[in-house]
């Protein structure tokens, strides 16, 4: 079985300040790990994923992802957020064994303020 | 990747009604999902759609309720029969190829 937990439900910041959404993940398989991003009114958008390889991930929109396996996380960051980087962002996780039905936590609500 | 569409994009409904909502995916795939999304919260799987048989439904989900079709590698339905208020939600079509999960844009329904 696999769960995700997001760490912060809502985490507000100011334009132009650094920002780090918090996941953690439990599996008991080979885990492939995603970001997903939806804007208001809008359908889901993949932002960036881990499949194998390096464990930093880069996404679109100035996003990344590190893949920590002895930490169980995959934390999105970005230098420097927009104010169009309002959202609510969405990570799961999928196992090799469920052909890419993955597992959401509950997400977080990004907000940028001018 | 996949490219999937759904319609329609939004509706509003009365209660006691039912709205068949179509997913067509621009390529053929094995597994099909259907997810809701009630306001402000995340993704609940409502079922698997397999070609050629049952959808298999997650815990809180029910056939009746829930009707599926998969007549083909491109195509789903989803039915959301006798509507009540708390139906209001998105509902999501998603196709998984290898580890990969792709979405559709949505079916924004609202039922009053």
């Known amino acids: 079985a696999q769960s995700v937990t997001q760490l912060d439900s809502q985490v507000p910041v100011f334009e132009e300040a650094p920002v780090e959404l918090r996941c953690n993940y439990s599996s008991s398989v080979s885990v492939y790990l995603f970001w997903y991003v939806q804007y208001p009114n809008q359908g889901l958008q993949l932002l960036l994923k881990y499949l194998s390889g390096s464990t930093l991930v880069k996404g679109i929109n100035g996003f990344e992802a590190e893949f920590n396996k002895s930490q169980t996380s995959f934390h999105l960051r970005k230098p420097s957020v927009h104010i169009s980087d309002t959202a609510e962002y969405f990570c799961?996780?999928?196992?090799?064994?469920?052909?890419?039905?993955?597992?959401f936590g509950d997400g977080t609500t990004l907000t940028v303020k001018p | 990747s996949a490219v999937i569409s759904q319609k329609p994009s939004r509706d509003i409904c009365q209660r006691g009604t039912s709205l068949t909502i179509q997913c067509q995916v621009d390529?053929?795939?094995?597994?099909m999902f259907w997810y809701r999304q009630q306001p402000g919260q995340s993704l609940t799987l409502i079922a698997t759609?397999?070609?050629?048989?049952?959808?298999?439904?997650e815990s809180g989900f029910v056939i009746d309720k829930f009707p599926i079709s998969r007549p083909n590698l491109t195509f789903s339905t989803l039915t959301v029969s006798n509507m009540s208020p708390e139906d209001s939600s998105i509902y999501l079509c998603s196709v998984g190829q290898r580890y990969e999960q792709y979405f559709g844009p949505g079916t924004r329904l609202t039922v009053t």
């Open positions: 799961a996780v999928s196992g090799n064994t469920n052909a890419g039905k993955s597992t």
């Open positions: 759609a397999n070609q050629g048989s049952e959808a298999t439904y």
């Open positions: 390529s053929q795939v094995t597994m």
